[in-house]
């Protein structure tokens, strides 16, 4: 059974900062891309950041390029998601995602960024 579980969602301040970790099991994590993507309610799921399975190439959307950065470790089957300088704007539930063969999703995290 594939689990994905995210962590270190919370309240910041804007201008601060947040790690998100996303813990994945029962799958071989390495031959995984992984992502983050976030959701407001009533708007739809988009795309926030990928880290590719081979190469570990990274890619943003340009809303959050030059303030989060994506990282993973293979060994602990982890994906991170280090977000500074947070913005009002970043406030939402963040998703981890990993797609290979087939495509999991974790249950979600809350961040909120008061100003």
């Known amino acids: 059974q594939v689990q994905l579980v995210e962590s270190g969602g919370g309240l910041v301040q804007a201008g601060g900062s947040l790690r998100l970790s996303c813990v994945a099991s029962g799958l071989t994590f390495r031959r995984y891309t992984m992502g983050w993507f976030r959701q407001v309610p009533g708007k739809e799921r988009e795309f926030v950041a990928r880290i590719m399975r081979s190469s570990g190439n990274t890619y943003y959307a340009d809303s959050v390029k030059g303030r989060f950065t994506i990282s993973r470790d293979n060994a602990k089957n982890t994906v991170y998601l280090q977000m500074n300088s947070l913005k009002p704007e970043d406030t939402a539930v963040y998703y981890c995602?990993?797609?290979?063969?087939?495509?999991?999703w974790g249950q979600g995290t809350q961040v909120t960024v008061s100003s």
């Open positions: 995602n990993a797609r290979g063969n087939y495509e999991y």
